[in-house]
């Protein structure tokens, strides 16, 4: 339609809307009926689209539309007086659906709860408290009688109300309750959450670095600056987190503390929750909607002063941050690798400069991208070098295992260490990053192997309980007795897995407790505190368990750590298989050696001459200029840009036909490449192929330019419904 028509027509205002569907554009509503006096952007409203109703957030008050006014829709309601979003977290989201070329209407929901995505008001701050009634006041001690649990109940809220929930959680059934309310004997009422905020418990005495990172963390308060926080494992970390995070709190401000997992790690959690008497919250997984519901609510209206939690907090609303901690910055845990990609850690970075506050990436094994932004002091660098209180670092030595015999792919070497180290009455992890049994299961008569129907992979063999496994796509099988092909009789496995490790320990060292960490044992909420609990002992234990165990643990008794495969990862086809192998090599070892015993951390590897292998005594950072001359080389990350257009199809051929029709649409400048349409390393994927479109680029600016033309020449393309098309900026992986 013309602008003329536009300014002709009367002009009521206009909400400029985003909706959360795929369409990468803003949708224009005229205000609800009866007004739209005070209608703020930010505000969420209801609005017809297609046939559906659907919750969408006020993006501008326009002027006019160029849709003509005849065909404007009304919104239907506006939800919010007052946006639930605030202005940082706005521009934030806004920043991210931009920058990952993503609809912000699918983008702008991360900044909700789950029942503020569905439209209902943000929950009340308030919670369910119990109280004893007049009546309940007047009962004798004791009563009533006959009902024991009653009678606790009665008598654990004689001082004073408290929270249903604690209640709850100390164990008092709702029936209990329930007859004692029908009883008129307690009454529920609504209790405030105060909130006060002290330090509890009080800090450790820092070492000199320890002090030394503090000091300017907490001089940068108030602006933004990056601080890359580079401490060997043990170094004390968290110690700098903690005593940074008081200064904040002290200030009055929020803190906001990204940890790569947080049911797996309760250790964290712990230690914070110990140190201040300020509500500490923690968003996890496994929370449900009403409790994330009112952590939300408490982070925005300030109530809650440290907020824990996994990647997708850091789109969390906060009233007044004053700190971000990004903790483990190279964990990969922090992108998101489908649907809206994003890595957590930069959209931390971009946060802390729209809220003007200082944000600490910490890890013993920093990224690349953060290293290299140290070196060019983007990033403020502050180095631990050893470990903080008993612990020392331990040694780090390869075992060459080729030509070897091998049992359950331990060499004897390694097995005469493990047995030394037992004796010695202290506890081993054994790290083998690959679950089941054994990597497949091949026929020795006619070749047959285990694989997937719905993916070029191999299913791999399970046998507690047994049975065939795809980890790819999830698909499980039972456990051919003979080959389906040739009907005999002499199926064997191939490549080792942690079961097969397990079997063969817990026969060779049956005077011990061996136990297996990976996500098929520790499946229940409480598996791995209970594991800490019984590793705290002290008493010899041997844990075998996939990278898992690799994750920020403290299991401070065990003196040796042996990796089984490091050569899995060392010829990785993938651009980070070097860093990644690194950084675990690193990490594993980092288990080790935690209360002062001197440890070890034994590598089989079948190359002892890869130039890895040779960086094993020296410290971590020694080894990155070498790959980082490899990647400047490469134009691979951190030096030039990379995005990817992935393609996912139920017909191969209609994939890499779509992504040459798109990349045939574009013309690339001089300093950007197309690469593709190539196949996804496992190109089929749960009966779908998978394709892309590799782009990279000398800067950031140019990558948006090729990546947005590629994006307008797909949606003009046409293509069938079994065709899904995304975008990577910055991909984890290439492949
Ligand atoms: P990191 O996170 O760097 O791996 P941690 O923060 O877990 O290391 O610290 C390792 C151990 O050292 C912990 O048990 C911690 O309590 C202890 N520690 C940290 N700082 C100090 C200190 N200044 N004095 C004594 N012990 C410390
Ligand atoms: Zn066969
Ligand atoms: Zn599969």
């Known amino acids: 339609m013309s602008q003329k028509t536009a300014k002709t027509s009367v002009e009521p205002a206009i909400w400029r809307c985003a909706v959360p569907s795929p369409l990468r554009q803003a949708f224009d509503y005229l205000p609800i009926e009866g007004g739209h006096g005070g209608a703020k952007p930010g505000a969420r409203v209801t609005v017809p689209f297609g046939k559906r109703s659907v919750t969408a957030v006020i993006l501008s008050i326009a002027s006019r539309s160029s849709v003509e006014p005849t065909k404007l829709k009304a919104a239907t309601a506006l939800l919010d007086e007052q946006p639930l979003y605030t202005e940082a977290q706005r521009a934030l989201l806004s920043w991210a659906a931009d920058y990952y070329q993503h609809p912000l209407g699918e983008v702008l929901p991360l900044g909700l709860s789950p029942r503020e995505r569905r439209g209902q008001p943000e929950r009340a701050l308030t919670e369910t408290g119990i109280r004893l009634t007049a009546r309940g006041h007047g009962l004798p001690d004791g009563a009533p009688h006959r009902a024991r649990k009653q009678a606790t109940l009665v008598s654990r809220l004689r001082p004073g109300p408290l929270p249903l929930a604690e209640l709850k959680a100390e164990g008092f059934s709702p029936a209990v309750i329930r007859v004692l309310r029908d009883k008129a004997l307690i009454e529920n009422f609504e209790l405030a959450t105060e909130a006060a905020w002290q330090t509890r418990s009080p800090p450790l005495p820092a070492n000199a670095e320890q002090q030394a990172a503090i000091d300017q963390i907490v001089a940068a308060a108030g602006v933004f600056s990056v601080h890359l926080l580079y401490g060997v494992t043990g170094s004390g970390k968290t110690e700098v987190y903690l005593q940074s995070v008081a200064d904040c709190l002290n200030r009055g401000r929020q803190a906001l503390v990204l940890l790569p997992e947080i049911a797996l790690t309760p250790q964290t959690l712990a230690r914070f929750e110990e140190r201040f008497e300020a509500p500490v919250i923690a968003l996890h997984s496994a929370m449900g909607d009403a409790e994330r519901d009112r952590a939300w609510a408490a982070a925005r209206r300030g109530h809650a002063a440290v907020i824990l939690g996994t990647r997708s907090s850091v789109f969390v609303p906060l009233l007044e941050p004053g700190l971000i901690i990004v903790d483990e910055e190279h964990d990969a845990a922090y992108v998101q690798q489908d649907g809206f990609r994003y890595s957590a850690r930069d959209v931390a970075i971009k946060r802390a400069q729209l809220e003007q506050c200082p944000v600490v990436l910490g890890s013993a094994t920093p990224s690349l991208e953060s290293w290299h932004n140290a070196e060019l002091e983007r990033f403020q660098r502050h180095s631990l070098t050893h470990r903080a209180g008993?612990?020392?670092?331990?040694?780090?030595?390869?075992?060459?295992?080729?030509?070897?015999?091998?049992?359950?792919?331990l060499s004897p070497e390694l097995l005469a260490k493990i047995e030394a180290a037992l004796n010695q009455r202290h506890q081993v992890l054994v790290f083998l990053n690959r679950r089941g049994f054994a990597n497949a299961l091949l026929c020795h008569d006619c070749g047959w192997s285990s694989d997937c129907a719905d993916c070029d992979a191999r299913m791999t063999l399970h046998k507690t309980p047994p049975g065939l496994h795809c980890h790819h796509c999830g698909r499980?099988?039972?456990?051919?007795?003979?080959?389906?092909?040739?009907?005999?009789?002499?199926?064997?496995?191939?490549g080792i897995g942690t079961q097969q490790t397990e079997t063969f320990l817990a026969e060779r060292f049956a005077d011990y407790p061996v136990l297996r960490v990976d996500s098929d044992t520790m499946t229940g909420r409480h598996s791995m505190p209970d594991l800490i609990e019984q590793l705290a002992s002290g008493d010899p234990v041997l844990m075998i368990g996939t990278q898992m165990l690799s994750k920020g643990h403290h299991f401070p008794h065990v003196t040796l750590v042996a990796v089984v495969d490091a050569d899995a990862l060392l010829f990785s086809p993938d651009f980070r298989g070097e860093e990644r192998l690194l950084q675990l090599l690193t990490q594993v070892g980092g288990r080790a050696g935690r209360d002062g015993t001197p440890s070890e951390v034994l590598i089989q590897t079948r190359h002892p001459d890869h130039p890895l292998m040779q960086h094993l005594d020296k410290p971590y950072h020694t080894a990155l200029p070498a790959l980082l001359n490899q990647r400047s080389q490469a134009g691979l990350p951190p030096h030039g840009a990379l995005g990817i257009i992935r393609c996912d199809s139920q017909d191969r051929q209609e994939g890499l036909g779509f992504l040459s029709l798109i990349r045939n649409g574009v013309t690339t400048p001089r300093g950007a490449r197309i690469i593709g349409p190539l196949s996804a390393a496992m190109a089929r994927?749960?009966?779908?192929?998978?394709?892309?479109?590799?782009?990279?680029?000398?800067?950031?600016?140019?990558?948006?330019?090729v990546v947005t033309d590629l994006i307008a020449a797909a949606e003009a393309a046409r293509h069938s419904h079994r065709l899904s098309w995304s975008v990577d900026i910055d991909p984890y992986e290439s492949l």
């Open 476 to 494: 499980r099988s039972a456990l051919p007795s003979q080959c389906p092909r040739c009907q005999s009789r002499r199926l064997v496995g191939t």
């Open 685 to 705: 994927r749960k009966n779908r192929y998978r394709s892309q479109l590799v782009v990279s680029a000398k800067s950031r600016s140019m990558l948006a330019k």
């Open 390 to 409: 008993a612990g020392t670092l331990p040694a780090r030595r390869q075992i060459d295992i080729s030509g070897l015999e091998l049992s359950a792919g």
